[in-house]
C-alpha cells in the first residue's frame, strides 16, 4: 500500500521559511515522480514543484521560483520543499503526492497524480 505522509506546516511571519517534509511508503522511489501542490480556501489546487530522480528533473510553478527548493533523499524515501521568502499568499494547505506517470508529471496536473497524502497547513501571516 502506498502511503504519502506530509509535515511541517505551521504559522510563520511574511519572509520566514519552513520545511515540509513527505515521507513515502510502499512504492519504489526511483520510479515516482513526487509533486507539491497546494489548495487555498475557496482557490483550486495547483502544482508548487515537482522531482523525479530518475529522470533527472525539477520544475516549479512560476510564483514560487527562486523561493522554494524541492529535493529528495532516496535512502529515507522522503522528498522536502524548503520554501523561503515566504509571502502571505502562500497560505494553503499543502500536499504531497506520487505519479509513475513520471515523463508528464513535470506539468504538475493533479489529475495525473495517483497518491495523495493527507495535507500540511501553512499559514503566512502579514
Known amino acids: 500500500e502506498v502511503q504519502l505522509q506530509a509535515s511541517g506546516g505551521g504559522l510563520v511571519q511574511a519572509g520566514g521559511s519552513l520545511r515540509l517534509s513527505c515521507a513515502a511508503s510502499g512504492l519504489t522511489f526511483d520510479d515516482y515522480a513526487i509533486g507539491w501542490f497546494r489548495q487555498a480556501p475557496g482557490k483550486e489546487r495547483e502544482g508548487v514543484s515537482c522531482i523525479s530522480r530518475r529522470h533527472g528533473y525539477t520544475n516549479y510553478a512560476d510564483s514560487v521560483k527562486g523561493r522554494f527548493t524541492i529535493s529528495s533523499d532516496n535512502a529515507k524515501n522522503t522528498v522536502y520543499l524548503q520554501m523561503n521568502s515566504l509571502k502571505p499568499e502562500d497560505t494553503a494547505v499543502y500536499y504531497c503526492?506520487?505519479?509513475?506517470?513520471?515523463?508528464?508529471?513535470?506539468?504538475?496536473?493533479?489529475?495525473?497524480?495517483?497518491?495523495w497524502g493527507q495535507g500540511t497547513l501553512v499559514t503566512v501571516s502579514s
Open positions: 503526492a506520487a505519479t509513475s506517470q513520471v515523463t508528464t508529471a513535470q506539468a504538475m496536473a493533479a489529475y495525473e497524480y495517483d497518491y
